[in-house]
């Protein structure tokens, strides 16, 4: 079976300061890893995708992520957070039969002007 | 179009009542998906339709009854609903291969309440 654990549910930090969102992964085959974004009253959003082309994943609204296989992390990172950043994210696993996407707990993120 | 479509974005109906969910996606995928997402929770999959076909069920209690009539839509049907299934349903749809290259791309759901 394939899981993510997030790291902390609730992130907050400062307008214009790195964001650092942890995502560990356990999968029992290559693992395909997303992070989606959800606004308030919303559905969710791609912002990235590793599926073993590059392990530097540059996605969308200046989110970046690393897949690192010897720690079995995804992190997800921004160098700059701005006020629109403030959403719940969430780190998903997918691979292996069943085409099943599996979803972390998630971690809110406070952006504080 | 890029887009999985959703509706109705909201609902409310009682327990006795029946009602449908639809999805509806135009990107030429053959695998959709049906989650649940309670308040300040991670979506659950409830259901796989891969080329139409029921693939997977976890376990969903019968008055959640999925359909697929082609390729293109997906329902979820409704019936004698508890107050705790009040929730943001997803839809969601995919190459069939699911994880690959394409990824999966959701609706902006459906917020049900069962009063």
């Known amino acids: 079976a394939q899981s993510v654990t997030q790291l902390g549910s609730h992130v907050s930090v400062s307008e214009g300061a790195l964001v650092l969102l942890r995502c560990n992964y356990s999968?029992?085959?290559?693992?395909?890893l997303f992070w989606y974004v959800q606004y308030p009253n919303q559905g969710l959003q791609l912002l990235l995708k590793?599926?073993?082309?590059?392990?530097l994943v540059k996605g969308i609204n200046g989110f970046e992520a690393e897949f690192k296989k010897s720690e079995t992390s995804f992190h997800l990172t921004k160098p700059s957070a701005h006020m629109s950043d403030a959403a719940e994210y969430f780190c998903a696993v997918s691979g292996g039969a069943g085409n099943k996407l599996t979803f972390g707990g998630g971690t809110r993120v406070l952006v504080k002007p | 179009d890029t887009e999985v479509t959703q509706t109705p974005k909201h609902l409310v109906m009682g327990m006795t009542n029946k009602k449908s969910l639809k999805c509806e996606q135009h990107?030429?995928?053959?695998?959709m998906y049906w989650y649940k997402q309670k308040a300040k929770k991670p979506p659950e999959l409830m259901f796989v339709y891969s080329y139409e076909k029921l693939s997977i069920n976890e376990s969903v209690p019968s008055r959640f009854s999925p359909e697929c009539p082609n390729s293109s839509l997906l329902n979820l049907h409704l019936h004698a609903l508890q107050p705790e299934d009040s929730a943001l349903y997803l839809c969601a749809s995919s190459h069939p291969s699911g994880g690959s290259n394409y990824g999966y791309t959701f609706g902006s759901g459906t917020r049900l309440t069962v009063v």
């Open positions: 990107m030429g995928h053959r695998a």
């Open positions: 590793y599926t073993s082309a590059a392990t």
């Open positions: 999968s029992s085959v290559p693992p395909y």
